[in-house]
């Protein structure tokens, strides 16, 4: 009997690789600004896409909503009459490019404008895959603690923007600024860092431009 090892793990990244490059230039033709938003569980990544999409409404917007199960979020985000389709993994922890591909023909992307991916909640495999997206948006909350750069490094990494959700809550949870922006730093000095609050909607304006102002970028 052989004992030779097979390694997998590279030939299922390249898969995935390849087919996030040909969803991507399916948006790309459609003139779609594609954002991966991570996080972890009740990090707030549903109320951030809304006051994202609220505060740009001049920009058509679509959702793709990631679960293991449920499509509480696709109903509300439906509600606000955002055009938005569900992805359910049933079990997997992350989402991946031919999930994401499949997902998207369903969708209409009858205007150019921005798609919002929410990813598993997770701060560890979302990460690890291309879907297809233009960005990766980071959510992070204070009630989370201010280590999660250190505790899970390649999501911050990878991010190129970065939201710190449910500031209000500073102060109850003793969150340490300079703690946590020196992890940041550490790990990514370039992505755009920005404190915000869904329940009152502070900080999501520049939030907000700044997506705009990186999909004009992508455009050009």
């Known amino acids: 009997m052989s004992n030779e090892r097979i390694d997998v793990t590279k030939n299922i990244y390249d898969e995935n690789d390849r087919i996030a490059a040909e969803t991507r230039q399916v948006f790309d033709q459609k003139s ?17 896409i809304i006051q994202l999409i609220n505060n740009l409404p001049q920009i ?9 199960e449920s499509d509480i ?4 985000m439906k509600s606000l009459g955002i055009e938005t389709r569900q992805i359910n ?9 031919p999930t994401v591909l499949k997902a998207a023909t369903d969708l209409s992307l009858a205007e150019p404008g921005l798609l919002f991916i929410e990813n598993i909640g997770n701060l560890v495999c979302p990460a690890e895959f291309m879907i297809g997206e233009h960005i990766k948006l ?16 390649l999501a911050f990494e990878k991010a190129q923007m970065i939201l710190l959700t449910k500031i209000d809550l500073k102060s109850y949870v003793d969150f340490d600024d300079a703690f ?8 990514n000095k370039t992505a755009a860092v920005f404190e915000v609050n869904a329940r009152t909607g ?3 304006a520049a939030a907000a431009r700044h997506i705009e102002e990186l999909a004009r970028r992508a455009r050009s």
């Open 73 to 76: 979020d696709t109903v509300k």
């Open 60 to 68: 058509r917007s679509y959702v793709l909503e990631g679960d293991i």
């Open 89 to 97: 993994t049933y079990g997997a922890c992350h989402l991946d490019a």
């Open 32 to 48: 779609v600004f594609a954002v991966n938003v991570m996080g972890a569980p009740g990090a707030g990544k549903t109320s951030s």
């Open 202 to 204: 502070d900080g999501f």
């Open 138 to 153: 980071l959510i992070c909350s204070v009630a989370e603690g201010s280590d999660k750069p250190y505790k899970y490094p």
């Open 180 to 187: 946590f922006g020196k992890g940041v730093q550490a790990l």
